[in-house]
T-cell receptor
Framework: SQQGEEDPQALSIQEGENATMNCSYKTSINNLQWYRQNSGRGLVHLILIRSNEREKHSGRLRVTLDTSKKSSSLLITASRAADTASYFCATDGGGFKTIFGAGTRLFVKA | DGGITQSPKYLFRKEGQNVTLSCEQNLNHDAMYWYRQDPGQGLRLIYYSQIVNDFQKGDIAEGYSVSREKKESFPLTVTSAQKNPTAFYLC??????????FGPGTRLTVL
């Protein structure tokens, strides 16, 4: 089954720096989503980008999608300590399924 | 977490025991999902339901069972046939726009 794979697995940056996470997937998609998970909590939906879109913004988040390379990136600008979390990409898995990657763990140092 | 509740937050199971995890939603969505998350891993789909009285197996359904008698409720039973049930369990609803919204999760530990 297709699956998003995030890169890097872990990322540690200073507050105020930008954080970039990448996601690669295997087969054609209709949309790709990014979620955030704070430790021990449920996932929170951040942004959905459709296959006919190349870039989308939401506040300090910028998501790009390159369907020719089967890849997406999530950029968090001017990161804050509160951005410390795991970030997952998710792709439509056929039918009503959503396939989640293993995630990138982001640690923002104050 | 919105209008999705899961209970209990922590659950301990003895060997050979069945336990049931609750998931309730007041968001009036038809589609509900159960996922399992192991430490440092992504989510794996256990079961999902698109409508009342109907549900489908996900990728790791063995040792689990569900019911969907009401739109608001989608309980998951972890049976004694699930040999390694210690994990974090997440329930979610899916909107018409494909976004999923998650409950706060239940952490199950086998004693």
């Amino acid at each position: 089954s297709q699956q998003g794979e995030e890169d890097p697995q872990a990322l540690s940056i200073q507050e105020g720096e930008n954080a970039t996470m990448n996601c690669s997937y295997k087969t054609s998609i209709n949309n790709l989503q990014w979620y955030r998970q704070n430790s021990g909590r449920g996932l929170v939906h951040l942004i959905l980008i459709r296959s006919n879109e190349r870039e989308k913004h939401s506040g300090r988040l910028r998501v790009t999608l390159d369907t020719s390379k089967k890849s997406s990136s999530l950029l968090i600008t001017a990161s804050r300590a509160a951005d410390t979390a795991s970030y997952f990409c998710a792709t439509d898995g056929g039918g009503f399924k959503t396939i989640f990657g293993a995630g990138t763990r982001l640690f923002v140092k104050a | 977490d919105g209008g999705i509740t899961q209970s209990p937050k922590y659950l301990f199971r003895k060997e050979g025991q069945n336990v049931t995890l609750s998931c309730e939603q007041n968001l009036n969505h038809d589609a509900m999902y159960w996922y399992r998350q192991d430490p440092g891993q992504g989510l794996r789909l256990i079961y999902y339901s698109q409508i009342v009285n109907d549900f489908q197996k996900g990728d790791i359904a063995e040792g689990y069972s569900v019911s969907r008698e009401k739109k608001e409720s989608f309980p998951l039973t972890v049976t004694s046939a699930q040999k390694n049930p210690t994990a974090f369990y997440l329930c979610a609803i899916r909107t018409g726009g494909n976004e999923q919204f998650f409950g706060p999760g239940t952490r199950l530990t086998v004693l």
